[in-house]
């Protein structure tokens, strides 16, 4: 479940920014300002609201390891904030003195990235404070920046749609476009993804942009290898542009904010949505989830923004389905199993000893439909002779079975409680069509829709009669067709 528990409304113009410390809120927007709340009650700091930017103020972050907070502006500054008292730290002026959109410290607080309206981007040293190392774009305006978890990669995007990603010392290592129209935001997840082979580091990278999608990409590093990055998965949910997105500490759930004005909550692997909020009344351009707290942060062009208590991981929410369904592994086509899918497979199919190979190499569906007998041996290492012909007949097995199994259920057949096809459908007050044993169930302890989490105006169920005709024609013509 998604609760609502505060709502901010002390801006009085466009929330443009919002971010979270161990315990601290910090918002920013184009009324010059930026304000700081205490996560105990949402109380505002006594220093708030800290004025010294003479125009709107585009980003803030929080310093990982000390109480300093970063804060950006049109004025072409970047301001050092302390926590402490609200005072001035460090003031840096962008070289170019260009209207500065976004800025960001490194995990491990060494740098702070800010970067232009005129696509220059600036790593500042900050125990020094002063300039590591400048650089700039090829095209475009800088509008986001992220840092990989381990402090050496940067990764920033441009409004021409362009992902790039720096070294350290601000190398490009990498350059390719990521989203048409122009990239909004990007965010690494904090935790490395784990089974990496030795001296390469694995990273997952969200992305969002003006082309209405989020991309999830695989980022791996290694000073000897060098840099690959791959799309993974494309989330084509949203009907408008995507101006957020931000993952959880543990990488398990992003969020993602668009101009629909909704609010999308995702398991990552599952890539199932948990809820969709639909609270704002305008724009949402800003979101961020609390490293410690269960909490989210959402901050909107209506001048306000609202916190969010989000379900205990050891809950298990209610999941709609996405792009993709995630069916038993003889239901969905193979190309659509995740990895965690193939590890679950090679278990049960008696091949555990060979599922850190396959997580290290980050196979899945896809990645397994192009194994052969070579690539077994000269690309994963798997010597044994034996081990290569069972995985590759297992794989024929599986193949064989979708043949006989028809796929591609139609969405409307799914409950999107149960995610499972309906027997008894009905409509609810909110004009979505459910199991009627489910929304019974979930409408027995909540009054709220499970598809926009607003209040039901009744509770109301009535039979979706002509859904039932439709689902009960495609189900003979399924038995049909595997006669």
């Not at 998965?233 to 668009?258: K, M, R, W, Y």
């Not at 049960?348 to 899945?364: K, Y």
């Not at 006989?404 to 409307?412: A, M, V």
């Not at 009669?465 to 009960?472: C, G, S, V, W, Y």
Request: proline share 4%; charged share 20%.
């Amino acid at each position: 479940m998604v609760e609502l528990v505060h709502t901010l409304a002390d801006h009085i113009d466009d929330v443009n920014s919002c971010t979270f410390s161990d315990s601290l809120l910090a918002t920013c927007s184009l009324d010059k300002t930026i304000r700081v709340y205490s996560l105990n009650d949402f109380s505002e700091a006594p220093f708030s609201p800290l004025r010294g930017h003479t125009y709107g103020v585009h980003c803030c972050c929080f310093a990982p390891h000390s109480p300093i907070l970063a804060t950006c502006s049109t004025d072409g500054k970047t301001i050092l904030w302390s926590m402490d008292n609200g005072q001035v730290r460090a003031s840096f002026q962008q070289p170019t003195s260009s209207p500065v959109r976004v800025c960001k410290f490194s995990p491990n607080s060494l740098y702070l990235a800010s970067g232009a309206a005129d696509g220059s981007v600036v790593l500042w040293n900050v125990p020094l404070l002063k300039i590591h190392r400048s650089s700039s774009v090829k095209d475009g305006s800088l509008v986001a920046c992220t840092f990989s978890p381990d402090s050496k990669l940067l990764v920033t995007g441009s409004s021409c749609g362009d992902l790039t990603v720096w070294d350290e010392n601000l190398r490009c290592l990498h350059s390719e476009k990521a989203h048409d129209l122009g990239v909004a935001c990007c965010d690494f997840a904090a935790q490395p993804i784990a089974g990496a082979e030795r001296g390469m580091e694995h990273f997952q990278l969200a992305s969002c942009g003006q082309d209405n999608e989020i991309r999830l990409w695989l980022i791996s590093y290694s000073g000897a290898k060098g840099l690959e990055m791959r799309c993974k998965d494309t989330l084509s949910v949203h009907s408008a542009p995507v101006l957020a997105c931000a993952f959880s500490n543990n990488g398990e759930i992003l969020v993602s904010g668009s101009v629909d004005k909704s609010v999308i909550i995702y398991k990552v692997k599952s890539q199932c949505i948990v809820h969709i909020l639909t609270h704002h009344t305008r724009y949402v351009t800003a979101c961020s989830l609390a490293p410690t707290y269960p909490l989210l942060a959402i901050g909107s062009m209506d001048k306000t923004v609202s916190i969010w208590k989000l379900r205990q991981e050891n809950d298990t929410p209610a999941l709609l389905p996405l792009v993709i369904r995630r069916q038993s592994k003889t239901e969905t086509h193979i190309e659509n199993w995740s990895e965690d899918d193939i590890k679950n497979w090679l278990s049960e199919e008696g091949l555990s000893e060979v599922e850190h190979v396959f997580t290290a190499n980050n196979i899945d569906g896809k990645e397994l439909l192009n194994l052969s007998k070579e690539s077994l041996l000269h690309d994963l290492k798997i010597e044994s002779l034996g081990v290569r012909n069972k995985i590759l007949r297992k794989i024929e097995e599986i193949k064989s079975k979708m043949k006989s199994t028809l796929t591609n259920i139609p969405d409307e057949f799914l409950c999107p409680i149960t995610c499972e096809i309906m027997k008894d459908p009905v409509i609810a007050s909110d004009g979505y069509s459910y199991e009627r044993s489910a929304i019974e169930n979930w409408i027995s302890t909540k009054r709220t829709s499970p598809m926009t989490n607003l209040p039901l105006e009744n509770l109301l169920l009535t039979p979706n009669r002509t859904l039932k005709m439709a689902l009960n024609r495609w189900l003979e013509s399924r038995s049909t067709t595997l006669l």
